[in-house]
């Protein structure tokens, strides 16, 4: 009976001990990977027991050249578009839970669905051409771009799968394997002219507008002699790859 007894308080000792080593409740993390693209990614996360936890997420990344040009002049496709003028910025929040395979907690490979809502920034750059009205000398052809600004909104609903390992007494190491997201979107871009455009120049803005695909999304635009208004809506995707975190618990 001795012998039970003296097991069973090394053993809560041992725990004790062992909560002490592992910390808090709670997680500040900095995504590393995202520096690469230029996005400031930073996530806290709480423990509700050893086998789940909640975090919410700030992705930040300000207005600049469009990351990845080369996917998206395949995906566009479209010479209008100066791709090397374009300009792209966006912030998101997500909410996401985890629920830890491992006996620690916070530790452990996890799985974890989440919920996104996300802000892109675009400057659109689109040159179209047209020919002012006619004279008795042929009149010569007109380039010229329309600078489209707005914003794009999308909500988003998915889930990943990761490791989160405790490296020191307070720093942790956490890695997402991969996971992805869908949802829809919406939102306009407009361009206000500096000056009242001429009648060739609406209708060869909006040819060049109504030209311009994004399949799947749905691309509605409008030119009149004071600018041009698209709006866009249409479903939302995203791949959540390779990312590396590290984190201070408390």
Do not use: C
């Amino acid at each position: 009976m001795k012998k039970v007894l003296f097991v069973l308080a090394l053993f809560f000792t041992l725990q004790g001990t062992a909560q002490k080593l592992i910390g808090g409740n709670n997680i500040i993390k900095g995504n590393l990977t995202s520096f690469a693209l230029k996005n400031y990614h930073l996530s806290f996360e709480r423990s509700l027991n050893h086998f789940m936890s909640v975090s919410a997420s700030y992705r930040y990344m300000p207005k600049g050249s469009l990351p990845l040009q080369t996917i998206a002049k395949k995906y566009i496709d479209n010479p209008a578009i100066n791709f090397d003028l374009f300009q792209m910025g966006n912030n998101a929040l997500t909410f996401e839970s985890r629920f830890y395979l491992g006996l620690q907690k916070m530790s452990g490979f996890y799985i974890a669905p989440y919920l996104r809502f996300a802000d892109f920034d675009l400057g659109v750059p689109i040159a179209y051409t047209y020919t002012p009205e006619g004279s008795f000398i042929a009149p010569t052809p007109i380039t010229k771009t329309a600078d489209l600004n707005g914003v794009i909104k999308s909500s988003s609903y998915g889930a990943y799968i990761g490791l989160q390992k405790q490296l020191l007494t307070k720093l942790v190491l956490d890695i997402w394997f991969i996971g992805g997201h869908y949802g829809s979107s919406n939102g306009a871009l407009n361009f206000v002219s500096p000056e009242k455009l001429p009648t060739q120049a609406v209708v060869a803005l909006q040819k060049t507008l109504d030209d311009i695909k994004l399949n799947p999304f749905d691309l509605t635009s409008k030119v009149d002699q004071n600018g041009a208004t698209a709006d866009m809506k249409g479903p939302w995707a995203g791949f959540r790859g390779l990312g590396i975190s590290l984190g201070l618990r408390f």
